[in-house]
């Protein structure tokens, strides 16, 4: 199984600062065949089903504002909130989705400084 | 819009069996490479099962495989999850997801709002 490290478990940042919240998967998820990065990142409020934000690594959803950002290798991802709003308070997971079964990170839980 | 309702959770002795439902609206239903995923109460998501557009593959976590079952009736546009020989461990809210294609390999574009199951004596 791929294994999904967030770091850091929790994170406090003031109003429009910048969040980075990092993820490790224990194998590549790169498809090389067409380079392709198998990775998503989710944001979880209180109370709701988690919401895609960004898919195959660096891909907005339609929708999602554009202070948020990914990035990464092969097994090294980042999610950056480039100016951290207050409805931007929730817990983020990044999930691979290269092989089955599918993982998720533990969840960071980012909160307002 | 498209949209997801589960149904079916509950309270349930440990040993005994429960099947979920999910309702999808606002979307041609077998297009899509649909999902469970759960998350018990205070923590992270964990991926269940999938099940391919035609219902003709099928795949589990090891926590699962054997104990429960995915299927789908796309003429009721309808996904279900039959769940047997139940624990604590499985206590959590089952989320029905829509995979963002009709690919088994793609993010989780649409979630509904989950059913609660609860396994305690």
């Known amino acids: 199984d791929i294994v999904m490290t967030q770091s850091p478990d929790s994170l406090a940042v003031s109003l429009g600062e910048r969040a980075t919240i990092n993820c490790k998967s224990s194998q590549s998820v790169l498809y090389s065949t067409n380079n392709k990065k198998f990775l998503a990142w989710y944001q979880q409020k209180p109370g709701q089903p988690p919401k895609l934000l960004i898919s195959w690594a660096s891909t907005r959803e339609s929708g999602v504002p554009d202070r948020f950002s990914g990035s990464g290798s092969g097994t090294d991802f980042s999610l950056t909130i480039s100016s951290l709003q207050a409805e931007d308070v929730a817990v983020y997971y990044c999930q691979q989705f290269y092989s089955f079964p599918i993982t998720f990170g533990q969840g960071t839980r980012l909160e307002i400084k | ?121």
């Open chain 2, 1 to 121: 819009e498209a949209q997801l309702v589960e149904s079916g959770g509950a309270v349930v002795q440990p040993g005994g069996s429960l099947r979920l439902s999910c309702a999808a609206s606002g979307f041609t239903f077998d297009d899509y490479t649909m999902h469970w995923v759960r998350q018990a109460p205070g923590k992270a998501l964990e991926w269940v099962s999938l099940i391919s557009w035609d219902g003709g593959n099928a795949y589990y976590a090891d926590s699962v495989r054997g104990r429960f079952t995915i299927s789908r009736d796309n003429s009721k546009n309808s996904l279900y999850l039959h769940m047997n020989s139940l624990t604590t461990e499985d206590t959590a809210l089952y989320y029905c997801v829509r995979t963002d294609s009709g690919s088994y390999n793609d993010a989780f574009d649409i979630w509904g709002q989950g059913t609660m199951v609860t396994v305690s004596s």
